[in-house]
T-cell receptor, first 112, second 114 residues
Framework: DAKTTQPPSMDCAEGRAANLPCNHS???????VYWYRQIHSQGPQYIIH???NNETNEMASLIITEDRKSSTLILPHATLRDTAVYYC?????????????FGSGTRLLVRP | GAVVSQHPSRVICKSGTSVKIECRSL??????MFWYRQFPKQSLMLMAT?????????EQGVEKDKFLINHASLTLSTLTVTSAHPEDSSFYIC??????????FGQGTRLTVV
C-alpha cells in the first residue's frame, strides 16, 4: 500500500487560500489519491479524489504532479469552519476490495 | 452526498457489559462497510471490513471475539463490543461504500466504559 506524508499542522488566514501538501512517492499507477477532512468529534467528510488529472469541485481543487508522487489540496477561500484535520489517502487495493487507511493527517487552523 | 447514520452517538456502559453500535446507509445500498476506532488526538485505525452476508475481515491485532461485526443487510452493519473494559473507551466510526466505490462516513459513536 502506498503511504502518504503530510505536515502535522498548518495555519492560514481566513479568506486566503489554504494549500495542503501530500507526498505519496510510492503510489502505483492505478491508485487514486483521496482527501477527507475531520472536524472535531465528527466522522470524516469526503472532499475530493483524483488519479492523474487535476480536479475541482465546489469544496476544493486537487493538483497532482505529473509524476504523481505528490499532490496539493487547495481550499481557495478558507473560512473558520474549514479548521479540521485533513487526510490524504492513497486508495489501497483494487476497486472492489479497496480500503481507506488513514495516516496522521494535517491539522489546519484557519485564523480570523 | 450519501448519508450514513450511526447510533447511538454516545454511550456509557459498565465494565463487563456489551454494547452494540449500528451503522446504516440511508439512501444507498452498501455491500461493504468498514469499522474504525479513534483514540484522542490520534488518527482513525481500521478495525475490520464487513461484507454483506459474509464474515468480517479483521485487521491485524483486532480481536474478532471482542468486536463482533454483523452485516446482515445491504443497509445495516452492527459492531458489538463484548465484555467492555475501560481501555475500550474510544470513538468508533463506520464507513459505507456505494456502488461507485465511494466511501461515506457516519458521525461516530463515543463509547465510555466505566
Amino acid at each position: 500500500d502506498a503511504k502518504t506524508t503530510q505536515p502535522p499542522s498548518m495555519d492560514c488566514a481566513e479568506g486566503r487560500a489554504a494549500n495542503l501538501p501530500c507526498n505519496h512517492s510510492t503510489i502505483s499507477g492505478n491508485e487514486y489519491v483521496y482527501w477527507y477532512r475531520q472536524i472535531h468529534s465528527q466522522g470524516p467528510q469526503y472532499i475530493i479524489h483524483g488519479l492523474k488529472n487535476n480536479e475541482t469541485n465546489e469544496m476544493a481543487s486537487l493538483i497532482i504532479t505529473e509524476d504523481r508522487k505528490s499532490s496539493t489540496l487547495i481550499l481557495p477561500h478558507a473560512t473558520l469552519r474549514d479548521t479540521a484535520v485533513y487526510y490524504c489517502i492513497v486508495r489501497a487495493g483494487m476497486d472492489s476490495s479497496y480500503k481507506l487507511i488513514f495516516g496522521s493527517g494535517t491539522r489546519l487552523l484557519v485564523r480570523p | 452526498g450519501a448519508v450514513v447514520s450511526q447510533h447511538p452517538s454516545r454511550v456509557i456502559c459498565k465494565s463487563g457489559t456489551s454494547v452494540k453500535i449500528e451503522c446504516r446507509s440511508l439512501d444507498f445500498q452498501a455491500t461493504t462497510m468498514f469499522w474504525y476506532r479513534q483514540f484522542p488526538k490520534q488518527s482513525l485505525m481500521l478495525m475490520a471490513t464487513s461484507n454483506e452476508g459474509s464474515k468480517a475481515t479483521y485487521e491485524q491485532g483486532v480481536e474478532k471475539d471482542k468486536f463482533l461485526i454483523n452485516h446482515a443487510s445491504l443497509t445495516l452493519s452492527t459492531l458489538t463490543v463484548t465484555s467492555a473494559h475501560p481501555e475500550d473507551s474510544s470513538f468508533y466510526i463506520c464507513s459505507a461504500r456505494d456502488v461507485s466505490f465511494q466511501a461515506f462516513f457516519g458521525q461516530g459513536t463515543r463509547l465510555t466504559v466505566v
